[in-house]
Structures are given as structure tokens and as C-alpha cells.
């Protein structure tokens, strides 16, 4: 069984709203339609604008993550989006049907469509382009990871080679040494953070 695009449909309804808010042309489906078409047309702006490649340093991992997230916005939120273009293209023709419907929203969808499906092509087009890139960050995060622990290990052992582990250092001179510690230790949460944060994005969250 092959489903409807966006099925199954549920209705809900609300008691406080008013009564002509349940009418198919009333002032609801008014402002779905216009806050609908204004929805897709900021996604596929700043979109387009935020996987383009051109005059942006994508060597740089920070730009390269950015332009990677929003190509996989592209991929992740094309079924929610067609569906959108869909349910608004069929409103719209409704809204003809009853002689209320209006010419600018009927042309507007219809760019939004082909603006969308050009927007497909590039998220397709730029994410064959940083692939290599995206590939090569993933590597070097793994290598960085693999001395980050190696590092870790090094200083958990010398750590305990620290003069505050011995008696005759004393209690005053022991804890003013370990506040340096804690300074020390921030420094490896802080590459943690950035590490991790750097997995995530290179697609193996498990990596750290």
C-alpha cells in the first residue's frame, strides 16, 4: 500500500475560535496561505545563499560546516517541503474555485516551486563539491581525537607526579597548586567541546 503524500490528515479543533475559522475560505486558511508562501520563500533564500560556495573559504571548517548544514537541511526537508508546496498549491486552486483566490499567490507558488527545485540541484551540486573536504576534516578530527586521549593519558600520569601528592608540600602550598590544575583542566573540557562538537557535524558523534 502506497500512501498519500502527507497522509493520514488529522483535524483538530479549537472551542474558543471563532465559528468562520472552520470555513475552508475563511480568515485561517487566509493566513496559512500568506504566512505559508512567506515561510518557503525565507527557507529557500537563506538557504541558497547559506550552501553557495562562491567567495566563501570553504577550507576553513567553520564555513565548511555551515555550507554542510544547510546542504543537509536541503536533503532532510525536501519531503516537508514538498508537501508544503502541495497542500498550498491545492489551497490556492480552492480559493479560485470560490472566485477568491489571487493571481500574485497563484505566480508566487509556482516560482517557489521551480525556486525549490533549483535550490535541490545546488544542495545536490555543492555536497559532490565539499565531499572530499567534508572527508579530509573527518580524518584529521579522528587523528585529533586519538592525541587528544593520548595527550590525557600523559597528563592523568604526570598529574601524579605532582609535588601536592606529597605530605611534606604542605596543605596551603597543596591547594594553591591545585587551582592551577583546574585552570588545566578547563583547557581539556574546552578542546572536548570543540572536538565533539566537530564529530557531530563531520556525521560520528561517537567518535569522542
Not at 515561510?39 to 550552501?51: D, N, P, Q, R, Y
Amino acid at each position: 500500500m502506497v500512501h498519500v503524500r502527507g497522509s493520514p490528515y488529522k483535524a483538530s479543533f479549537k472551542a474558543a475560535s471563532a465559528a468562520n475559522f472552520n470555513n475552508l475560505t475563511g480568515p485561517a486558511m487566509v493566513k496559512y496561505i500568506s504566512s505559508g508562501l512567506e515561510e518557503l520563500h525565507s527557507f529557500i533564500v537563506e538557504t541558497t545563499k547559506g550552501a553557495q560556495t562562491k567567495d566563501k573559504n570553504i577550507q576553513d571548517v567553520k564555513t565548511l560546516i555551515s555550507v554542510k548544514d544547510y546542504v543537509e537541511s536541503v536533503f532532510q526537508q525536501t519531503d516537508d517541503i514538498i508537501l508544503k508546496i502541495d497542500c498550498l498549491e491545492e489551497s490556492l486552486k480552492m480559493f479560485q474555485e470560490h472566485g477568491i483566490g489571487k493571481d500574485n499567490q497563484v505566480k508566487q507558488i509556482k516560482r517557489l516551486s521551480d525556486e525549490f527545485a533549483n535550490l535541490r540541484k545546488l544542495a545536490k551540486d555543492i555536497r559532490k563539491e565539499i565531499t572530499p573536504l567534508v572527508q579530509a576534516e573527518k580524518e584529521k578530527t579522528t587523528n585529533m581525537i586519538k592525541k587528544f586521549e593520548e595527550d590525557l593519558k600523559v597528563y592523568t600520569t604526570e598529574l601524579k607526579k605532582r609535588d601536592f601528592y606529597q605530605y611534606k608540600t604542605g596543605t596551603q602550598e597543596a591547594k594553591a597548586r591545585l587551582s592551577l590544575v583546574g585552570d588545566e583542566l578547563k583547557q581539556f573540557d574546552d578542546r572536548i567541546v570543540d572536538l565533539g562538537y566537530n564529530a557531530t557535524k563531520f556525521d560520528n558523534p561517537d567518535m569522542i
